[in-house]
Nanobody
Framework: QVQLVESGGGLVQPGGSLRLSCTAS????????MAWYRQTPGNQREVVAL???????HYEDSVKGRFTINRDDAKNTVYLQMNSLQPEDTAKYYC???????????WGQGTQVTVSS
């Protein structure tokens, strides 16, 4: 069982930056591909960024060049650096391991990001 705690969200003006953190406990973090997701009311969660065990990354098209995912396996933590934030980035952001989601794993509480002037 993996427990996930996301943090770092907040209110930011368009063009601003935030750094999200997600700390995992209860499993061997370094075994998993990790991902950041986001969800807006009435919509499904969508993958924003992925990072493999080999640190290879993949980004959803709308965030390429603005968001950077990274991981620190020693700290069981995955990060999402978000720059040039836009109102359409407003959402609740979650992290998880895709393989654990397929196995019915739990989600954390997420962290709210609001981009507004």
């Amino acid at each position: 069982q993996v427990q996930l705690v996301e943090s770092g969200g907040g209110l930011v003006q368009p063009g601003g930056s935030l750094r999200l953190s997600c700390t995992a406990s209860g499993s061997i973090f370094s075994n998993y591909i990790m991902a950041w997701y986001r969800q807006t009311p009435g919509n499904q969660r969508e993958v924003v960024a992925l990072i493999g065990r080999d640190y290879k990354t993949h980004y959803e098209d709308s965030v390429k060049g603005r968001f950077t995912i990274n991981r620190d396996d020693a700290k069981n933590t995955v990060y999402l650096q978000m720059n040039s934030l836009q109102p359409e980035d407003t959402a609740k952001y979650y992290c998880n391991a895709p393989v654990l989601i397929m196995k019915g794993g739990d989600w954390g509480q997420g962290t709210q990001v609001t981009v507004s002037s």
